[in-house]
């Protein structure tokens, strides 16, 4: 996580970015998107950058068109990382927002979704956001997985996984490399008692699927692939 690819390309924070609006929800700031009166709820936890980033709510968008009550909690309390601050490097402001605070902040959001009537209850991380699924799916405090360019995730972790997950990975990633990947979907590959899918998406960089260049057509059209592959996820077993 201390690397520079988790920080690349950052995004420009745009608190009124999307076509959702943003309440509280479980005590946290939420971007909410998609069905209010769906039974089927998503949550998205969000790479460093927080849930102010427009292409991730842009993504939340996209889910919640599919007919999904969306939710993107701001599990950093309006404190985000900033990149070029340099009295808080990446490993300082992780000490302050580490992704096991973001387990049990996830907790009350996952309450209060079920409290609105939520029978069934998706999550999708983000590089430090797929930590904290991915305990919410050893936790089985949700129905299905879906970790996307992951940090900080174990080998021990998806050994521990008890519902269906999907790891979308890059083949350009220090966090999670490609070896690591392979490593996660032979484990899977035994836990028969668990669906898993493992893809390693080529030529593209850790964070691509929220942090592309929009000038990269194909790096685009690979974001837009695993957009798609998220929502196939979904489908499956939100439902």
């Known amino acids: 996580m201390s690397g520079p690819q988790c920080c690349s390309n950052a995004p420009t924070l745009n608190p009124s970015y999307g076509g ?10 939420t971007y909410i998107t998609g069905s209010p009166h769906s039974k089927l709820a998503i949550l998205l936890v969000s790479d460093v950058f927080g849930f102010e980033a427009p292409k991730l709510r842009k993504l939340a968008d996209k889910v919640g068109a599919a007919g999904y009550y969306v939710v993107v909690p701001d599990f950093f309390y309006g404190d985000p990382y900033v990149p070029d601050n340099p009295d808080r490097p990446i490993l300082v402001w992780l000490k302050e927002h580490g992704p096991d605070k973001g387990f049990e902040d996830a907790k009350p959001v996952i309450e209060a979704l ?8 998706g999550a999708a991380g983000f590089c430090w956001g797929a930590k904290v699924v991915v305990e919410l799916a050893k936790s089985e405090l949700i129905q299905t997985a879906v970790l996307i ?28 490399p490609p070896a690591l990947l392979k490593q996660f979907e032979e484990v899977l590959n035994a836990k028969s008692e668990v669906d898993g899918f493992v893809k390693i998406f080529p030529k593209v960089s850790h964070g691509w699927t929220v942090r592309y260049k929009d000038e990269d057509a194909a790096e685009v059209k690979s ?17």
């Not at 079920?114 to 209850?121: L, Q």
Request: net charge negative.
């Open 20 to 29: 959702g609006h943003v309440e509280k929800v479980g005590g946290f700031d």
């Open 114 to 121: 079920k409290e609105k009537g939520v029978c069934a209850i």
């Open 149 to 176: 360019h992951p940090s900080l995730v174990t080998v021990d972790d998806i050994k521990g996984v008890k519902v269906p997950i999907s790891v979308l990975g890059a083949e350009i990633d220090q966090m999670s």
């Open 223 to 239: 974001a837009e692939e695993a957009h798609q592959d998220t929502l196939d996820w979904f489908a499956k077993y939100v439902k």
